[in-house]
């Protein structure tokens, strides 16, 4: 199986701030990697598609990079709405499997 | 719109068996597998499997085999994940999500069931 390590497991920031959590690895996925947020109480939403393809109706502040076996998810000017947790997810071979996430607190 | 409706809250004692609807609209039942995804209590995401859509045909990660049965009603769009023999372990989140089988994503998701499995 391809085991997925993100890092920070948290991170608390301010508002307005940028911040970025990382996602690698335990095998190349080229870009079969994929992130989701996931707010309390409320089913995880879809952020970004294939390494950095937003789907519709996720704004530009979100933003992804990366190849291979390392990955970052990119969040600028935080807001409130933004308290979440933060996970990746590669679809390059099954299982598919997920990072252990990142909770990110304002 | 699209939308996956799951059922609701259960509460089940050890040994019992539940079975979790996801509801499919707004898009063909049939042109998606969807996925089932747990979260325990303070724990992340976990893949539990697929359902193929058109056949039928469920694919389980290695730690759901067993107990655990996806199954289809296609003339109501439904869902199905059913576990039987409940531990307290089985107590989580369950979520159903769509896919997108050409690059393995889940693009839309069910509101997630909580199962509470509890004497």
């Known amino acids: 199986d391809v085991l997925m390590t993100q890092s920070p497991s948290s991170l608390s920031a301010s508002l307005g701030d940028t911040v970025t959590i990382t996602c690698r690895a335990s095998q190349s996925i080229s870009t079969y990697l994929h992130w989701y947020q996931l707010r309390p109480g409320q089913a995880p939403r879809l952020l970004i598609y294939a390494e950095s393809t937003l789907p519709t109706g996720v704004p530009p502040k979100f933003s992804g990079t990366g190849s291979g076996t390392d990955f970052t998810l990119t969040i600028s000017s935080l807001q409130p709405d933004d308290i979440a947790s933060y996970y990746c997810q590669q679809s390059f071979s099954l299982p598919y499997t997920f990072g252990q996430g990142t909770r990110l607190e304002i | 719109q699209v939308q996956l409706v799951q059922s609701g809250s259960e509460l089940k004692k050890p040994g019992a068996s539940v079975k979790i609807s996801c509801k499919v609209s707004?898009?063909?039942?049939?042109?998606?597998?969807l996925n089932w995804v747990r979260q325990a209590p303070g724990q992340g995401l976990e893949w539990m499997g697929w359902i193929n859509t058109n056949n039928g045909n469920p694919t389980y990660a290695h730690g759901f085999r067993g107990r655990f049965v996806f199954s289809l009603d296609t003339s109501v769009s439904t869902a199905y994940l059913q576990i039987s023999g409940l531990k307290a372990d089985d107590t989580a989140v369950y979520y159903c999500?769509?896919?997108?089988?050409?690059?393995?994503?889940?693009?839309?998701w069910g509101s997630g069931t909580t199962l509470i499995v509890s004497s």
């Open positions: 999500a769509r896919d997108q089988i050409s690059a393995g994503y889940m693009d839309v």
């Open positions: 707004g898009y063909p039942f049939t042109s998606h597998a």
